[in-house]
């Protein structure tokens, strides 16, 4: 099993800067996707930003230039560097793993994080 734990998220200003983590917790599982998607109130769940186990990455239109993900092999985390912030950014951010388990490696689980509120004011 993978539990998700995320850290970083709170109230900045329009124009600051937050940077999410999330740490990918348990044992015999590799690792193929990692991901972070947003959810603002009335709003369905989107795609952020993605990055894959051979670190190729791909952003949301809405983030292009101003977000970077990047990931840690060695310690299962994935982080979001979030750049010129804006009040449409406001939404609770969700750790996304795609992940094979070595006991059966044919088969792919996806994982959730528990959310982080990331909150934009102007």
């Known amino acids: 099993q993978v539990q998700l734990v995320e850290s970083g998220g709170g109230l900045v200003q329009a124009g600051g800067s937050l940077r999410l983590s999330c740490v990918a917790l348990g044992s015999s599982f590799s690792i193929n996707v990692m991901a972070w998607y947003r959810q603002a109130p009335g709003k369905q769940r989107e795609l952020v930003a993605h990055?894959?186990?051979?670190?190729?990455?791909s952003y949301a239109d809405s983030v292009k230039g101003r977000f970077t993900i990047s990931r840690d092999k060695t310690k299962n985390t994935v982080y979001l560097q979030m750049n010129s912030l804006k009040p449409e950014d406001t939404a609770v951010y969700y750790c996304y793993v795609n992940a094979r388990r070595d006991s059966d490696p044919r088969v792919a689980y996806a994982y959730w994080g528990q959310g982080t509120q990331v909150s934009v004011s102007s």
């Open positions: 990055i894959t186990s051979g670190d190729s990455t």
